[in-house]
């Protein structure tokens, strides 16, 4: 069984909960499925998944969640190589704050990128002025996402 990992980076548990609502998507098209709360960078590099979703939410002015920095932090200072890394990003954020919306998630998908990771599809962006369940923007692009990449476990 393919395993996936799901990273999360949440300030008020709301990317927590979008993580914990697509595991069942994941595990019914075969995957093993691992929610990875608190992320360090071993979690990741030590152990491998077949496939990454990083489901994480934007603080202050674009700042990551404080759950997530020390992640970030290793992978700026370690910057290992992530050739192998097939991912997925779900960005949680607030478009009120103007240019800094999903702005974690957006530089968190510039630095896997940078180090050899590669995105599957186009990331999504959840905007809370606009989805007051962030879980009902994620299930169908899961969903989507799961059948336009051809991702079976």
Known sequence: ???????????YGGA????????PLFEQSGYGVIIV??????ALTDDMPDLALFCVSTTGS????GDFVPFVRELKTRSPSLAALRYGLIA???SSY????????????????????KRLGERLEIDAMETFMADDAALPWVEEWLASQ???G
């Open 1 to 11: 069984m393919s395993k996936l990992k799901i990273f999360v980076g949440t300030v």
């Open 16 to 23: 927590l909960d979008v993580a914990e609502q697509v595991s």
């Open 37 to 42: 709360e608190q992320p360090s960078l071993g």
């Open 62 to 65: 674009g700042d990551f969640p």
């Open 92 to 94: 949680l954020g607030d």
């Open 98 to 117: 103007g240019d800094t919306f999903c702005g974690s998630g957006r530089a968190l998908d510039e630095m896997l990128a940078d180090l050899g990771g």
């Open 150 to 152: 051809g991702l079976k």
